[in-house]
């Protein structure tokens, strides 16, 4: 099982920056379990449906969705297990739950998609005020 924890989350005024921590466990994986991993990173708004932020490979190469790749940015640090993502000159339709996600993979295949991830965080929020 791989277990995801978000960390990062917070209020901030509008043209701020906030980086998401997620850190992964994956027990009874072994060593390099995290290399094999698909994650994405996804946020939800009240009343809204969750939408993809942006994903990244086993390879370590990231797709961002089109509505934010100009200021948001997806990282991992391999030797840490950990995903980031990096949201620079946040605007108030950026408040939502964003959650992270993760799927065993032994391919490239890593789309913007909800539900090809199969195992999720619980989330930490982000307000953005204007």
């Known amino acids: 099982q791989v277990q995801l924890q978000e960390s990062g989350g917070g209020s901030v005024q509008a043209g701020g920056s906030l980086r998401l921590s997620c850190v992964t466990s994956?027990?009874?994986?072994?060593?390099?379990?995290?290399?094999?991993?698909?994650m994405g990173w996804f946020r939800q708004a009240p009343g809204k449906e969750r939408e993809a932020v942006g994903t990244?490979?086993?390879?370590?190469?990231?797709t961002v969705s089109e509505s934010v790749q100009d200021r948001f940015s997806i990282s991992k640090d391999n030797a840490k297990n950990t995903l980031y993502l990096q949201m620079n000159n946040l605007k108030p339709e950026d408040t939502a739950m964003y959650s992270c996600?993760?799927?065993?993979?032994?391919?490239?295949?890593?789309?913007?998609?909800?539900?090809?991830?199969?195992?999720w965080g619980q989330g930490t929020q982000v307000t953005v005020s204007s």
């Open positions: 994956g027990d009874g994986y072994g060593d390099g379990y995290f290399e094999r991993l698909c």
């Open positions: 990244i490979d086993t390879l370590d190469s990231a």
């Open positions: 996600a993760a799927r065993m993979t032994w391919s490239r295949s890593c789309p913007l998609q909800v539900d090809f991830f199969d195992h």
